[in-house]
């Protein structure tokens, strides 16, 4: 099965949404790309979802422009957006059979029944459904109720498909297994998709692009490998990654970082305060390097989560494939390899791009 029409663009225009006198979004403007998987990410109340319901047209916007393939629509119909969207909850009829679940949208519209048993049969293929078409909701398992809902949305061939939290009531290892498959259902389809989360494992592992929300605002948006490794502001670099990053509050003196008892934490051109930023995983075990104090381990099997306390008193994190080797130490010594040392503006929270240089 693929979609009757071409993927659209989607283009935000400085979107703006307000509930009475309280702004939820302030002016946005984002383009997300023709048939690319978007996530937009972020914590709850950031404005996700209000986002996404101004796109499909089930939230009127305050103020701006929404483009859909060169079009405007944000004072069209959502019927007429080209939009197809699966919800959080399923909202299947339980007493209609998966293929008429799959094909009411069809019957409503008027198509021919010949047809509408060809679309809904390509589209319960796509989402491995072929066998289960005369089954009722309550005879399937959560997984296969989300995938009646995602083939329901892709029976109507929309150029745009939007998804609002549709993981979120699966267990986990229905979640591993229903991201497999939408990976795999995009890329069969071609359709836009924008996928509204608050889980980073699925933005992460889903997403050819991020779109990350903080109150409404676009704090980075970016492909996967930029989001984690190069992160835009002490939001990001916080709220990405299991541990976070580690963010130190350091002074520099031209030469180098230092905490408040002068230790040199790593080299670097920058004067002031500052915060550092270095993932977990990025801190090495050093035999000389900066003392540390083990105050708490996860041994995890493959690597180890310890948290120590610096000399300073500030504790962070450190991700080490190591663990069997660390299990029984109190004390270590680090290394914060320059590279992997990111730099933030203490008050405006964005990324400082200063030129990293040897300790001294």
């Known amino acids: 099965m693929q979609p009757a029409s071409i993927a659209a663009e989607i283009a935000l225009d400085a979107v703006e949404k307000s509930f009475g006198n309280t702004p939820v979004i302030p002016p946005l403007s984002a383009t997300l790309g023709a048939g690319e998987f978007t996530v937009v990410l972020g914590p709850s109340g950031c404005g996700k979802s209000t986002l996404l319901n101004m796109i499909a047209g089930l939230e009127p916007v305050s103020a701006g422009r929404i483009r859909i393939d060169g079009q405007e629509v944000q004072d069209w119909e959502p019927k007429d957006r080209g939009c197809a969207m699966v919800f959080q909850n399923y909202a299947l009829y339980p007493h209609m059979t998966v293929a ?71 267990d986990a290892k229905l979640r591993h297994g229903m991201r497999m498959e939408l990976s795999h259902l995009h890329r069969r389809i071609g359709a836009t998709s924008v996928f509204v989360t608050h889980d980073q494992v699925e933005a992460m592992t889903l997403a050819d692009k991020v779109l990350i929300l903080n109150e409404g605002r676009i704090e980075q948006f970016g492909t996967p ?50 915060v550092l930023g270095i993932r977990p995983e990025k801190l090495r075990i050093a035999e000389d390097g900066l003392p540390a104090t ?16 610096l000399g300073s008193g500030q504790e962070i994190n450190v991700s080490t494939p190591l663990g069997g080797d660390t299990v029984a130490a109190d004390q270590l010594s680090l290394h914060l390899p320059e590279a992997h040392v990111h730099l933030f503006d203490p008050a405006s929270g964005q990324r400082l791009n200063v030129t990293q240089g040897q300790v001294r």
């Open 100 to 170: 008429e679940n799959i094909g009411y949208a069809l019957k409503v519209a008027g198509i021919a029944r010949a047809e509408r048993q060809q679309r809904v049969e390509g589209a319960a293929r796509v989402v491995q459904l072929g066998d289960l078409l005369d089954r009722r909701p309550g005879q399937l398992s959560g997984g296969q109720r989300q995938r009646v809902a995602i083939a329901r949305a892709i029976v109507r061939e929309p150029r745009v498909l939007l998804f609002d939290e549709p993981l979120s009531n699966l």
């Open 225 to 274: 490998h930029e989001i984690y490794h190069f992160p835009a502001s002490l939001f990001v670099a916080g709220f990405i990654g299991a541990p976070a990053m580690n963010l130190i509050e350091v002074e520099g003196d031209g030469t180098a970082l230092r905490l408040p008892d002068g230790t040199a934490l790593a080299g670097s051109a920058h004067r002031g305060r500052a």
């Open 294 to 309: 083990i105050v708490y381990r996860e041994d995890l099997g493959s690597h180890a989560v310890l948290v120590v306390r």
